[in-house]
């Protein structure tokens, strides 16, 4: 089994920052590539980022192109989102999640990702 656990969601003023983290933990399989999603009741989980196991490949929600960024330490087996200006319109619950198989390209597609994390919180308040 592989855990995930997120962790850096709260409460945030339009404008602001946070960083979120995603520890993993339990079976891991190298070269997993990791995906970040989010969720609002009553909306279907989107796609927000990805990143390939090295880090060398990123792809991006066009809605948090420019203003979040993702990368992964490897070595603490941890991967982050980095999210600026955040608005209004980004007050989600964050999940991150790992592809199904090692080396796995990235993907926007929720079935592609066998783990997922609980999710953290985020607020943004205008």
């Known amino acids: 089994q592989v855990q995930l656990v997120e962790s850096g969601g709260g409460l945030v003023q339009a404008g602001g920052s946070l960083l979120l983290s995603c520890a993993v933990s339990g079976r891991i399989f190298s070269g997993y590539t990791m995906g970040w999603f989010r969720q609002t009741p009553g909306k279907q989980r989107e796609f927000v980022a990805a990143i390939s196991w090295t880090g060398a490949d990123t792809d991006y929600a066009d809605s948090v192109k420019g203003r979040f960024t993702v990368s992964r330490d490897n070595a603490k087996n941890t991967v982050y989102v980095q999210m600026n200006s955040l608005s209004p319109e980004d007050t989600a619950v964050y999940y991150c999640?790992?592809?199904?198989?090692?080396?796995?390209?990235?993907?926007?597609?929720?079935?592609?990702?066998?783990?997922w994390g609980q999710g953290t919180q985020v607020t943004v308040s205008s």
């Open positions: 999640a790992v592809r199904s198989f090692s080396w796995a390209p990235l993907s926007h597609t929720i079935d592609d990702y066998a783990y």
